[in-house]
């Protein structure tokens, strides 16, 4: 949202200090009792010449109401306030009729002097009068300045422009000083201090997170929303209802004492505050969120550009030290070597990189080691404060160390480095491990390629050697001269049966036919590198990669026909590809092929102008059960849920996908969000009955209505994540604005394959 252009808010004033200097003879009960109502002087009585000095030092007075004496006492009090602050105004009051003393006083500097009887009106007067010597302005906090302060605060989301109009508001707002802002939020503790200087513009500087949380675990939990702190100090809690969501400290350079008004203004401010700043916590959220979703998608494209590790790798790991806005982004891999034995991937903006991989590879084992054998993140906020790293120089100073698992065993560690101390949270960490998965899933890919590879790569020399390599030779005019032993296992004719006969009735695909005669008639040199597809003599067609090379011999000259069979080969590719959309472990198709078929699926609902069911779930209470019975027992789980999905969708209409880990995705064409209810109660009553209940299903289904494939995907996360939090085994949908939950006990059992459905009417 825009600022506003050009606010200018009222400032509110405090009290002014008066201090009343008392004496034996005037004890002065009614001037008490009228400055106690004042409403712009705030009253301070001294006693005696003790506690005169001890005021005057510690607070800082703008007008001295002094009981005026013939004796030397009085004269003392009056050189002392003058040896302290000459410019501060002295009001003098007589107990008695003597115009000498008050001759006398005058000539000693106070400003005004008092002649009794001093009661009734001739008082209020005089308290008129230290008011007005006070220079004291009124200015309450009124509903014009609320607004202002309001429309301030709220005129931006961003949390850095938030802080910088929080500190100027309160440094406008009252006479303090310094200030520091400290926020907790979702993602952690924000902690911020500010000076005035001298120019009246607030100086602000950035706490680490540790910092301000160790300040707000020391502050305690006030009551009421302002508490003095040894007079010198405000403590404004920013709170909403019971639940703090920070603290504002300001320091004064005196001892302050606040009206109920400056409370009650300073309480509405704090609101302000506390709302301004839970919705610039949640907008930085959804902003986090957002961009992590935006890096998944681009490490998952950059996976999809490459199956080469060492390529996919060092375009991951550029990504990330973008989006980490760190120094040093590194991956071990220790199963994994490079062209020179390495096994790092680095990526660093570092002045000295030489020393920064040096420390990596020499110093930075104990991390590795640990997140190795714990198989967890681990959160390095200083590395400094390890005793491993005392007396070491080293430019980084926090790190996230992640796991790459891959089929339960660790591929490898992910690593994260700064120069700042606590430049990494909890937020952090949770995005490190998703592209940790990310990582591992760029392992599988790649092993998968590289052993079919080298499958594809052995039966090529098979096949060069074997006798299902058909080598025909023909004359210029393209008729037949020799056909090898091959060829005719290959077609099923012996070649006396066509040796001297045209060539090109032996190819079925009219298609070649032109490019082969261009080839006969010289308009062409060579021709090669295409698969075809040939009828054998007796029935059934086999593949073959065809190449075709001009012979130039002394004796004579055509063409070499060299036909390698590939059916086998293309068998092998059309298993590659199963295996590179299929999950291993349940058999269903994988998030890759899922972030494929996506966009098709909704660029096919746009075409037919209809519509389908997104579903997305995932099995509550399966860490536990993992965790518990193994990952033996929690791979079986999984199996058997991909069994169950099968069983209960359309077989060759609905496409199931394991998302990853225990998330599970379905995509059902032609089918609406309340026909796909009822393909989620069926799993989860099978999943409910299968385990008592141990384990249970969280399924959320929203219907495509148009949005991107973005927009459907966050929408059926958040329908999952509806049914979590609503206690989980239940279904959620959302369709025409309404939320519709399904949960109970299950009771029915789940389809078996027999019962394969048709359709969902």
């Not at 919705?279 to 494209?301: C, G, M, P, S, W």
């Not at 080839?519 to 059934?540: E, I, N």
């Not at 409910?688 to 399924?699: A, D, I, K, M, P």
Request: charged share 25%.
């Amino acid at each position: 949202m825009p600022a506003p252009a050009t606010i200018q808010m009222s400032r509110v004033e405090f009290k002014k200090q008066l201090l009343f200097v008392t004496s034996p003879t005037m004890a002065g009960q009614e001037i008490e009792a009228l400055l106690q109502r004042s409403r712009t002087l705030q009253l301070t009585v001294a006693a005696d010449g003790t506690s005169l000095i001890a005021l005057m030092a510690e607070y800082e007075f703008d007008v001295v109401l002094l009981a005026l004496e013939d004796d030397p006492v009085t004269w003392g009090h009056l050189a002392y306030i003058h040896q302290v602050n000459p410019k501060l105004p002295i009001i003098g009051c007589l107990s008695n009729d003597d115009t000498a003393l008050a001759a006398k006083a005058k000539a000693e500097g106070v400003t005004l002097v008092l002649a009794p009887p001093l009661t009734g009106e001739r008082l209020r007067r005089a308290i008129a009068r230290a008011e007005r010597a006070a220079e004291v302005v009124p200015s309450p906090l009124s509903a014009q300045t609320l607004h202002e302060i309001a429309l301030n605060l709220h005129a931006s989301l961003d949390l850095d422009e938030l802080v910088e109009t929080a500190f100027r508001t309160l440094f406008h707002l009252t006479p303090c000083i310094t200030g520091r802002l400290l926020i907790t939020g979702e993602g952690g503790h924000f902690g911020y201090e500010g000076n005035l200087s001298p120019q009246g513009e607030p100086v602000i500087r950035k706490m680490s997170s540790e910092a301000a949380a160790i300040e707000l675990a020391n502050l305690p939990e006030a009551p009421d929303t302002l508490t003095h702190v040894d007079g010198h100090q405000l403590h404004l809690q920013l709170r909403h209802g019971s639940q703090r969501s920070g603290v504002a400290i300001l320091g004064y350079p005196r001892r302050i004492k606040l009206t109920d008004v400056e409370i009650e203004g300073l309480g509405l401010l704090s609101r302000h505050l506390d709302h301004a700043f839970r919705n610039a916590l949640q907008y930085r959220a959804v902003q986090r969120k957002r961009e992590q979703v935006f890096l998944i998608n681009e490490v998952t494209r950059q996976m999809a550009r490459s199956l080469d590790l060492e390529t996919v790798i060092a375009d991951i790991v550029e990504h990330l030290q973008r989006y980490m806005e760190c120094e040093v982004v590194a991956i071990y891999t220790p199963h994994m070597t490079g062209p020179q034995g390495e096994n790092f991937h680095i990526a660093s903006t570092l002045a000295n990189r030489t020393s920064v991989i040096a420390t990596t590879l020499q110093r930075d084992t104990g991390l590795i080691r640990e997140t190795i054998e714990g198989g967890e993140t681990i959160l390095c906020r200083d590395l400094r404060q390890l005793p491993e790293w005392r007396g070491h120089s080293t430019l980084s100073r926090s790190k996230i160390a992640t796991p790459i698992w891959l089929d339960g065993t660790i591929e490898g560690v992910l690593e994260f480095e700064s120069v700042r101390p606590g430049a990494f949270d909890d937020d952090d960490c949770a995005i490190a491990e998703d592209l940790a998965l990310q990582v591992s899933v760029a392992i599988r890919n790649t092993r998968l390629y590289r052993n079919a590879q080298a499958e594809h790569e052995y039966l090529q020399t098979v096949l060069d050697v074997a006798v299902d390599t058909a080598i025909i030779s023909t004359d210029p005019a393209g008729n037949i001269v020799t056909f090898s032993r091959g060829a005719e296992m290959m077609f099923g004719y012996d070649d006396k049966e066509v040796v001297g006969t045209p060539i090109l009735p032996l190819f079925q695909d009219s298609s070649l036919f032109t490019s082969i005669e261009k080839l006969l008639d010289g308009h062409q040199v060579h021709f090669g590198g295409t698969d075809v597809a040939l009828k054998r003599r007796h029935g059934g067609t086999f593949y073959a990669s065809l190449s075709v090379h001009p012979l130039r011999a002394k004796r004579s000259e055509g063409f070499l026909f060299v036909l390698t069979d590939v059916t086998e080969r293309r068998a092998q590719q059309e298993q590659l590809l199963k295996l590179s959309i299929t999950d291993e472990l349940t058999g269903l198709y994988n998030k890759r092929y899922y972030q494929d078929l996506l966009p098709r699926e909704i660029a096919r609902a746009q075409r037919r102008d209809s519509t389908f069911a997104l579903c997305y779930f995932d099995l509550d209470g399966f860490k536990r059960f993992n965790d518990t019975r193994g990952h033996v027992a929690g791979d079986e789980l999984l199996r058997w849920v991909g069994e169950l999905v099968r069983s209960v969708i359309r077989r060759q209409v609905d496409l199931p996908f394991r998302y990853g880990g225990d998330e599970f995705v379905l995509i059902l064409p032609e089918t609406p969000a309340e026909a796909a209810r009822r393909v989620g109660e069926r799993i989860c009553e099978g999943v409910y009955q299968r385990f008592n209940g141990e384990v249970t299903v969280s399924f959320g289904i929203v219907e495509y209505a148009g949005e991107s494939a973005e927009e459907l995907t966050i929408r059926a996360d958040k329908m999952m994540y509806a049914a979590k939090r609503a206690g989980g085994n239940r279904v959620t949908t959302y369709t025409s604005g309404e939320w519709r939950f399904q949960s109970g006990s299950w009771p029915a059992a789940p389809a078996t394959n027999s019962e394969q459905p048709t359709s969902y009417e």
